[in-house]
């Protein structure tokens, strides 16, 4: 048998079922004819104890204030209990749907018609009852998962707070060479590391690293990375006690230590590591799998990439790199970035698979404006670039630029020196004299 709640005006005698309910029920047909209880209005607002264990309910009222009938109404919703709305000049016929689960039953509706819609509403009291049930767990469910979601992202943003405290603060300032940054993550953390110092006072070492994969294992790698990226070594017959590292002793150091430390399972990366002498201007670079540097000549504005040889690290024990000088000139500017690029600037081409294609080569044409201007300002443009793209707000991949800019007014020495020492060669050798 269910339970059936009346609700009547606030002040009305509850001590008998009303008469108008009793010769609704009189019509009730088969077993399971509720057992009903009486309440007022203004009773079940102060103690909303009293709809538990209610199977359905019937708004009955003859003279009801707005705000009061609203508010059992929506109690009864927020429970999920069917009911019956009586109520003098309403708008409502029988059967209507006031709002969820509230059934309009008019004033003068023929009894044997409105025990109709009341079974109808008793007859749904078990699954309600079972979904309500359902409801409470998934609420319970809910609330824990909320509790361990809003934990997951406390740690994840003390997590990228502790990854880029490992980034530098300040870049360092050696003349005629500045060093510009842009840094993405696509998310909390990052799988993208870089890094510049100033190794000693004529030379500048700067690298950026790609683990591969996203998320915390990849930003806890780049961790890993940039404590173990070494620049110098013990020489006790050099000034200092220490001699710098080329980028390749670095890079191969740096793939030993990582495959020592894997046990078994292997964890990747890519890295790209230079090292300039600010006194001729002369670039060395290492790469281990990572996109070729791109050198924008600011004389003639040409583009040239530095591709020395290396594998990933963590990969091939043994594995030799190689490395590539260059000779730097006043005005140029050069960019280690990671391969997130590749996705950042969306391409409109379809593939022969009839998709649109997501990785391409779009970047290279987009990085030729770095060359334009001040290399800051540059950076920034690039970044509102990146904005105005589509998919900007779901980044695909993590984005670092490190810009290395010589200023057009450099006067270095050693630039000067070696260009007067390759003219003398040139004029000795028209000597026939000389060997």
């Given at each position: 048998m269910g339970r059936m709640l009346v609700v009547r005006d606030a002040g009305v005698a509850t001590d008998a079922v009303p008469a108008g309910v009793q010769q609704v029920l009189s019509h009730w047909r088969g077993p399971g004819r509720p057992h009903v209880n009486v309440q007022p209005l203004d009773r079940v607002l102060q103690d909303p104890a009293i709809l538990d264990g209610v199977e359905s309910a019937w708004v009955l009222?003859?003279?009801?204030?707005?705000?009061?009938?609203?508010a059992v109404v929506a109690e009864c919703e927020e429970r999920h209990i069917p009911a019956l709305l009586t109520r003098p000049n309403g708008p409502e016929t029988l059967g209507e749907l006031h709002?969820?689960?509230?059934?309009?039953?008019?004033?003068?509706?023929?009894?044997?018609?409105?025990?109709?819609?009341?079974?109808?509403l008793l007859s749904q009291a078990p699954t309600l009852a079972s979904m309500r049930r359902e409801l409470k767990v998934l609420s319970a469910q809910q609330a824990g998962l909320c509790a361990q979601i809003g934990k997951l992202d406390e740690e994840l943003r003390m997590a990228a707070q502790l990854q880029r405290e490992f980034l530098p603060r300040d870049l360092p300032e050696v003349e005629?060479?500045?060093f510009h940054v842009l840094y993405r993550p696509a998310g909390y953390v990052s799988g993208d590391i870089y890094d510049v110092v100033q190794l000693d006072e004529h030379h500048v070492g700067f690298f950026v690293a790609d683990a591969v994969g996203h998320g915390v294992p990849a930003a806890l790698m780049t961790v890993y990375i940039k404590r173990s990226l070494r620049s110098k070594k013990i020489d006790a017959n050099a000034p200092g006690g220490f001699t710098l590292m080329t980028p390749a002793e670095a890079l191969a150091r740096l793939n030993a230590d990582m495959i020592s430390t894997q046990n078994g399972k292997v964890r990747f990366a890519t890295a790209c590591y230079g090292v300039l002498d600010t006194r001729d201007l002369?670039?060395?670079?290492?790469?281990?799998?990572?996109?070729?540097p791109m050198l924008l000549r600011g004389e003639d504005d040409q583009v040239e990439t530095i591709e020395p040889e290396g594998g990933l690290l963590g990969v091939f024990e043994d594995e030799q790199y190689e490395q590539q000088t260059v000779q730097l000139q006043p005005g140029d500017r050069l960019l280690l970035y990671s391969d997130g690029f590749e996705c950042a600037f969306p391409d409109d081409e379809v593939g022969k698979n009839g998709k649109r294609k997501v990785a391409n080569e779009n970047y290279a044409k987009e990085f030729l404006d770095l060359g334009n201007g001040d290399a800051g300002e540059a950076i920034k443009r690039m970044e509102e670039n990146l904005d105005g793209q589509a998919g900007s707000l779901n980044q695909k991949d993590d984005l670092t630029i490190v810009c290395l800019a010589i200023a057009k007014d450099a006067a270095v020495d050693g630039v000067e020196k070696a260009e007067a020492t390759q003219q003398a060669l040139r004029l000795a050798r028209q000597r026939p004299d000389v060997a």
């Open positions: 009222l003859d003279n009801p204030s707005a705000s009061d009938l609203f709002q969820d689960g509230i059934v309009a039953c008019p004033p003068g509706t023929v009894p044997e018609d409105a025990c109709v819609v009341l079974q109808t005629p060479v500045s002369k670039l060395t670079v290492a790469r281990a799998g990572h996109p070729f």
